[in-house]
């Protein structure tokens, strides 16, 4: 139950709470051997349990890519399932070492929650989804009907916005989590879905007919998703973006898991080199060995394969690249250079 | 004299832990001193741990804009008003559903506790099994049972079940017609104020009437006929002012009227049944425990069967049965902090819930919540009690 979770991690706040003052997170990862991730309860596409029932996922991956540059093995990853709700609690206590869960990048919860977003690995935004039957198709039509919403959330706020605002009234369905929703949404307690449109695309892909229901074509709100961790620790944080960063720059300068062998023996391009530890000494200045990036791209994969896997268009959730595609190609993923 | 005067004045340490008396008081300083320690300590680390997460400890953000809805709610409450408004409405909520609970769950307990005991092998076997079956079936399924046995089998808005014109059932709620009072509703609510002061006075006088010539009036059933039929020939004569709002379907949802949603009613119920399986086998304990003889010593005397069991058993009965009841009523309120579970908006689900979410303020938010919880409980606690002692055998 997750009341008792957030009471249990207050009071683990109060009592034990010294793991939330860590100032070397890379240390504690080292010495336990794993990097623990919290993940979001399960998403279609983003995060989700394989028939093997490892995580795995969009979200998951950049934990991954943390841990192949920690320990050069992707899989020493454990994960914490979390809630809307329970996720930054969770955070803060330490319990995890890293919130990889489709949360949005916002002022407060960058300073007064304490957190560090280190990126943005999907560029989103709020939208909602309706059946067909009931012939709506815009979101300024719907006056007076019941919204399914997940709370804790920025969607949560962006909702109470978006219909005040718009001069509507509306009932509010509070739900915990993404499977809630859909049973809710399913059963007809609420007439609409609202989240983050990648949010709805992976949900409708699991329903049993995914063209009864319509993707509205209003976006209300900006959600940049991407991963945190507390604040404080810069070591840490940094390791986190630049694993991400690597991802992104390795599709930009076209490093794949398949080609990646070959380009470590050694380019003509210097990016390439450094990404790969064969020039320059960029792991060492995170912590790390040199063959950290090299680790990322040959266990996980650059940003546009791990995107091609799970969410993109030749899976059931369909998503096209669109704003997340890289800044060469009319998108606005840009990555800082590794130098 | 003198020496024995001397010897008991000469003080050493050792009698601290050796002397009797010194060593009571020592072991409660001691006692005091190490609670006082251990709260200390847990106070000192939580502010530090706050400082190192970079946090301040503070209530102001009770008074920013909350930014989100909440669909029930009994006062007049938007997306603008504060958090601390949202935790209100989270406790009227909260409120609500305890007494509405506590109401039912008496109701159905004392029905199926009396069953318990019928005679009739069959109604008492039955009522044997729905005991056991719902007192071990865990509470929190049983609400998420109600929820979805509500939201799936019942029809949406445009197929709602309707008996009459105004009232309807569906997925969303059960709606019916709000009556908007006009100015002269005044009158009635005078009327009803005026019918209890004349009970109380009609009472007191037919008991000192009673004792003085032993004659008995029909007390409760003047009561209920004065209580309820003052008011309502006030409400004619006022020219019955009240209006109906009857719900009507537009767009998605019924507008206007008065709903119980889901949520409510499945908590309610779930929360009642659950705890009215308890009451039941209370109501059945502290009727047993009034021994045969006193009904039988009562027949003997020439009461009447009905008389016997309001004057003589029920009393007694309910010596037995009110401790253990302020319990229930205890596990019922706190249990209604499971409403979270179906998104029935309660104190927890709001400030402990959305605010602690979106505001971060983890340990201040638990703090109030925890603190309301306590109150609540002790003033129901107190309120039992105080019932207790009115009710218990007055010894002469």
């Not at chain 2, 808005?157 to 009072?181: C, D």
Request: proline share 4%; aromatic share 10%.
């Amino acid at each position: 139950m997750s009341t008792l979770k957030v009471l249990l991690t207050a009071s683990a706040v109060t009592v034990v709470g010294a793991a939330g003052a860590s100032a070397a997170t890379l240390d504690d990862v080292k010495s336990k051997g794993f990097v623990q991730c919290g993940v979001s309860t399960g998403v279609p596409g983003f995060s989700f349990t394989d028939d093997a029932g490892n995580w795995q996922g969009f979200d998951p991956a950049v934990c991954q890519a943390v841990a192949a540059a920690v320990f050069g093995d992707s899989s020493k990853v454990k994960y914490t399932p979390t809630t809307g709700k329970t996720r930054f609690t969770a955070l803060a206590s330490g319990e995890v070492d890293v919130l990889a869960r489709n949360t949005t990048w916002t002022l407060s919860r960058d300073t007064d929650l304490g957190f560090t977003f280190v990126g943005v690995n999907y560029y989103d935004g709020q939208g909602f989804m309706a059946p067909k039957a009931l012939g709506v198709s815009s979101a300024k039509e719907l006056d007076g009907a019941s919204v399914c919403i997940q709370t804790g959330t920025t969607t949560e706020l962006n909702l109470a916005d978006f219909f005040r605002v718009s001069n509507m009234s509306y009932e509010p369905v509070p739900i915990e989590t993404n499977e809630e929703a859909r049973t809710n949404y399913l059963a007809g307690r609420c007439d609409v879905y609202t989240t983050d449109a990648s949010g709805l695309a992976a949900s409708r892909a699991t329903f049993d007919n995914p063209a009864d229901h319509v993707i509205l074509p209003e976006i209300i709100s900006k959600e940049p998703l991407g991963p945190l961790v507390r604040q404080g620790d810069d070591q840490w944080a940094d390791i986190v973006r630049w694993s991400l960063n690597a991802m992104i720059n390795a599709e930009e300068y076209g490093v794949t898991s398949e080609n990646v062998d070959e380009m470590a023996k050694g380019t003509d391009n210097p990016d390439v080199n450094r990404l790969l530890g064969t020039e320059g000494d960029m792991g060492a200045m995170m912590g790390l060995d040199s063959k950290w990036g090299y680790n990322i791209i040959k266990q996980v994969g650059n940003y546009g394969e791990v995107f091609e896997q799970f969410i993109g268009s030749a899976t059931p959730i369909g998503l096209e690249r669109g704003i997340n595609a890289q800044y060469k190609d009319g998108g606005i993923l840009y990555a800082p250079p590794i130098r | 004299m003198a020496a024995i005067e001397q010897d008991s004045d000469r003080f050493s340490l050792g009698q601290l832990w050796f002397d009797k008396r010194y060593r009571a008081v020592v072991m409660q300083i001691l006692v005091v001193a190490g609670v006082c320690l251990f709260v200390a300590y847990i106070a000192v680390n939580a502010v530090q741990n706050l400082e190192a997460l970079g946090k301040t400890f503070g209530f102001n953000f009770l008074w920013a804009p909350s930014s989100y809805d909440i669909n029930q709610s009994l006062i007049a409450y938007n997306s603008r008003d504060t958090h601390f408004r949202a935790g209100v409405v989270g406790l009227i909520n909260t409120g609500l559903i305890a007494v509405g609970g506590c109401i039912f769950a008496t109701i159905l307990g004392f029905i199926f506790g009396v069953l318990r005991l019928s005679s009739n092998w069959l109604i008492n076997r039955i009522v044997y099994c729905y005991i056991e079956f719902i007192r071990n079936v865990p509470v929190l399924v049983q609400i998420l049972l109600w929820h979805g046995v509500i939201i799936s089998t019942l029809p949406s808005p445009r197929q709602a079940l309707t008996a009459t014109e105004g009232i309807y059932l569906s997925n969303r709620g059960f709606y019916v017609p709000a009556p908007i009072v006009e100015d002269a509703f005044i009158v009635v609510v005078i009327a009803f104020f005026a019918a209890i002061a004349g009970v109380v006075a009609f009472r007191r006088w037919a008991k000192k009437h009673q004792e003085a010539t032993g004659q008995i009036y029909p007390v409760l059933s003047i009561s209920f006929a004065a209580i309820i039929g003052l008011p309502v020939i006030a409400f004619f004569l006022a020219g019955m002012p009240l209006t109906l709002d009857a719900p009507e379907l537009r767009g998605f949802n019924f507008q206007g009227g008065m709903v119980l949603r889901p949520e409510f009613t499945a908590l309610w119920f779930a929360l009642s049944v659950y705890t009215s399986a308890f009451i039941a086998e209370i109501v059945r304990s502290g009727i047993q425990a009034v021994s045969h003889g006193q009904t039988e010593a009562a027949f003997a005397l020439g009461i009447r069967p009905n008389w016997t069991m309001r004057l003589i058993v029920i009393p007694q009965a309910l010596r037995v049965i009110v401790p253990p009841l302020t319990s229930q009523y205890l596990n019922l309120t706190k249990n209604s902090s499971l409403a979270i579970a179906i998104g029935y908006m309660d104190l927890v689900a709001t400030l402990g819930g959305i605010t602690l979410n979106q505001t971060g303020k983890e340990m201040e938010c638990m703090m109030i919540v925890l603190l309301i919880y306590l109150s609540i409980s002790l003033t129901i606690s107190a309120f039992m009690n105080w019932y207790n002692r009115r009710i218990a055998l007055v010894e002469r």
